[in-house]
């Protein structure tokens, strides 16, 4: 029939260039029926469509590598306007993208495993430090009704989401707070974040943790993170105290996991053709 045979689309979509452009992307928005992505490079835009990070709008659990294509993918910025007013769900997200990119971009990739140098996350000897989910720690996330964050009066704070975190500076150290989370998730989206390799988790530990870690990173966070929708600038690092605990002994001394280096095949995301598009 048709409807298989129709690729999901946006109703209403604009790529324009923006030759103006800072050197980083701006405040996007994400939602099932909605995207608003400024200033973003097309191989940030196939790493959103084709690499898991839509999936469940902004929830995928590692960051995946886009390779190859020519150096404009890199260098040209386009703001990226798209709605579409059907039943669009979270999971429509991405194929709707892949399909603007396919038209507007003339897109072809395919992905393939490759023997990448990792970070292993284990158990430490001693056991785990973690703290179970505790009922109301957090809020679960409808994925398909996902409201902007509206900055909360002073008495209420910001909620928390299931799966997601938070991180701030205290001095030089950086206080991270995960609530509801796998160790998949913490493994590929907050370690990989302050690491200089991506985090493969190996712990077999099949429940939810709210996780509490405080550390001093010496490697600032890889790129923007996508919380409730929305992606957050990169945040630099403070400097280096060398009397703070790193991340490994962090993870070791205050949640009994462990990190070694190691090899592992990840997914990797190849660009086998790419265009500049034509104007609107």
């Known amino acids: 029939s048709r409807a298989q045979s129709t690729p999901p689309a946006f109703d209403v979509a604009s790529v324009k260039l923006n030759p103006n452009c800072q050197t980083g992307p701006g405040r996007a928005a994400i939602s099932p029926r909605n995207l608003a992505l400024p200033c973003v490079s097309l191989r940030a835009l196939i790493r959103l469509a084709y690499g898991d990070m839509l999936v469940g709008a902004g929830l995928g659990a590692r960051r ?14 386009y703001d990226v306007l798209a709605k579409s007013e059907g039943n669009a769900t979270a999971q429509s997200a991405a194929p709707m993208l892949q ?9 072809k990739v395919h992905k393939e495993a490759r023997d990448s ?31 902007q964050p509206t900055p ?7 909620p928390r989401y299931c799966g997601m975190g938070q991180g701030g500076s205290s001095g030089p150290l950086m206080v991270a707070d995960w609530y509801g989370v796998s160790m998949a998730e913490f493994a590929g989206r907050m370690l990989t974040s302050y690491l200089d390799l991506p985090v493969v988790d190996q712990t ?11 550390f001093v990173p010496d490697y600032h966070m890889s790129g923007p993170v996508t919380l409730n929708g929305v992606v957050t600038p990169e945040v ?6 060398p009397t703070g605990p790193s991340i490994f002994s962090a993870l070791e001394k205050q949640l009994g996991l462990k990190l070694s280096p190691g090899k592992a095949p ?8 790419a265009e500049k598009p034509l104007a609107n």
């Open 117 to 147: 140098s990792v970070y292993i996350l284990i158990v430490a000897k001693g056991g785990p430090k973690l703290q179970p989910t505790k009922e109301g720690s957090c809020t679960p996330l409808d994925l398909n009704n996902i409201q």
């Open 99 to 107: 399909t603007l990119l396919e038209e507007r971009f003339k897109v």
């Open 64 to 77: 995946m590598d886009v390779q190859g294509g020519p150096g404009w993918l890199d260098t040209d910025r």
């Open 236 to 241: 630099t690092a403070p400097s280096v105290d």
């Open 204 to 214: 077999r530990l099949a429940e939810r943790f709210d996780v509490h870690i405080e």
């Open 152 to 158: 909360p009066k002073k008495s209420e704070p910001m």
């Open 266 to 273: 990840l997914d990797v995301i190849i660009v086998d053709h």
